[in-house]
């Protein structure tokens, strides 16, 4: 089962390079027809995607090895550096678009627009919407940092490219060379939010930040309903690495337990968790009651 779901992961993560090279094939040819500055830029910005898209597949890929030696716990964070990586790449993409909106405000030019032009870029940009759905969808469902990192730099993407459309209509509608620079500068710096809070998120699941409150209180609320027989649990910590879960915390049971049933009690509130949360590494110090803290996750 762990197997098939990351070689969907790496699959997936292919599939984004090539929808990348498709649509960066249809952009260019959409700047060639029409020589607006801003569909030039949501070129580049395609270059990008390409690069980011091939970033993923390379994390999703290293990520999959099984935990060895030199990394005991795995290889799952390799993620996030890809999601770090792509959230820098959309700041580039929006600095380079920046540069070129300023070029063409300081020297407006007239926009070519013709039905091929537009039907060309709608497409690119239609290629792109349906795969960043398809890549929220996926990347949700099997809990892929890179993934979803890449469905958001596409949905950036998306909102970049409507925004250069509405840019390049207008100015062709109208005359004003000025409307075509305008709109891709205000749609990149709709991108310049997004990169950044994509970097934010990658740099909390790399700095082992505290899962919401929700969820944590979701996860006490499943040791206290499986953990009869114990008194309480305390010290509960979790953190994610990529679609990875690690919990821990001290169970406290009676003084006068024996250690095998303990160890069913352990075994029931494990199998509940990763019910709850999908593939996990649980770790639960068993402590008698006199190192109960009457605090945490009171079960009696």
Not at 8 to 19: R, Y
Not at 80 to 100: C, D, K, N, P, T
Not at 178 to 184: E, I, Q, R, V
Request: hydrophobic share 55%; aromatic share 6%; glycine share 8%.
């Amino acid at each position: 089962m762990k197997r098939a779901i990351l070689s969907n992961a790496v699959n997936i993560a292919a599939g984004s390079v090539a929808v990348a090279l498709l649509v960066l094939g249809l952009k260019l040819a959409a700047w060639w027809l029409t020589g607006s500055v801003a569909l030039f830029a949501d070129a580049l910005e395609s270059v990008v995607n390409v690069a980011a898209a091939l970033a993923a597949l390379a994390a999703v890929r290293f990520s999959a090895r099984p935990a060895d030696a030199n990394h005991p716990y795995g290889h799952h964070k390799a993620e996030y550096f890809s999601a770090v990586l792509e959230g820098a790449l959309i700041l580039v993409a929006a600095f380079i678009i920046l540069h070129e909106c300023w070029a063409a405000w300081n020297n407006p030019r007239s926009v070519e627009l013709t039905a091929m032009a537009l039907l060309v870029a709608g497409v690119a940009t239609a290629c792109n919407a349906g795969w960043c759905w398809f890549l929220f969808r996926r990347g949700r469902a099997l809990r892929s940092p890179a993934l979803l990192a890449d469905a958001k730099h596409l949905l950036s993407d998306v909102v970049t490219s409507c925004g250069v459309l509405l840019g390049i209509t207008l100015a062709a509608m109208t005359g004003l060379g000025w409307l075509d620079p305008l709109l891709a500068g205000l749609t990149a710096l709709n991108i310049l939010y997004s990169g950044a809070g994509l970097m934010r998120e990658s740099f909390a699941g790399l700095m082992d930040e505290a899962p919401p409150p929700e969820r944590l209180a979701g996860i006490k609320a499943v040791v206290a309903a499986h953990a009869e027989g114990a008194i309480e649990a305390h010290d509960l910590r979790m953190r994610q690495a990529g679609r990875n879960s690690f919990i821990e915390f001290h169970l406290v049971v009676p003084a006068a337990m024996t250690v095998a049933d303990a160890h069913v009690i352990c075994d029931r509130i494990e199998a509940a968790l990763r019910t709850e949360v999908g593939e996990a590494v649980i770790t639960i110090h068993v402590e008698p009651e006199g190192k109960a803290k009457h605090s945490g996750v009171l079960v009696l």
